[in-house]
Nanobody, 117 residues
Framework: QVQLVESGGGLVQPGGSLTLSCAAS????????MAWYRQAPGTQRELVAR???????DYTDSVKGRFTISRDNAKNTVYLQMNSLKPEDTAVYYC???????????WGQGTQVTVSS
């Protein structure tokens, strides 16, 4: 059974930092591209950051220079370090795994990030 379990969300003031973690089980982690998506109320889910199995990085423009995605294949975990957080970063953040050949996807349950004073 595939599980992606996110953690690390919460309430933070503007300018603050959070680190999200996503622990994967039931998959061969190293053959999956990993990504973080987010969805704010009334909006579509959007890609935030992606790290391929070969560690190629990709970020949406609004988070470049502030967010950093990384992965630890030994721990089956992907991280999202978020700095200089803004109110517009408020959303539910989802972990995504996509097999590099079959393109089969798996999703986590999401973790809420709220940026507010």
């Amino acid at each position: 059974q595939v599980q992606l379990v996110e953690s690390g969300g919460g309430l933070v003031q503007p300018g603050g930092s959070l680190t999200l973690s996503c622990a994967a089980s039931g998959i061969i982690f190293s053959v999956y591209h990993m990504a973080w998506y987010r969805q704010a109320p009334g909006t579509q889910r959007e890609l935030v950051a992606r790290i391929t199995r070969g560690a190629t990085l990709d970020y949406t423009d609004s988070v470049k220079g502030r967010f950093t995605i990384s992965r630890d294949n030994a721990k089956n975990t992907v991280y999202l370090q978020m700095n200089s957080l803004k109110p517009e970063d408020t959303a539910v953040y989802y972990c995504n795994a996509k097999h590099f050949v079959s393109r089969r996807e798996h999703w986590g349950q999401g973790t809420q990030v709220t940026v507010s004073s």
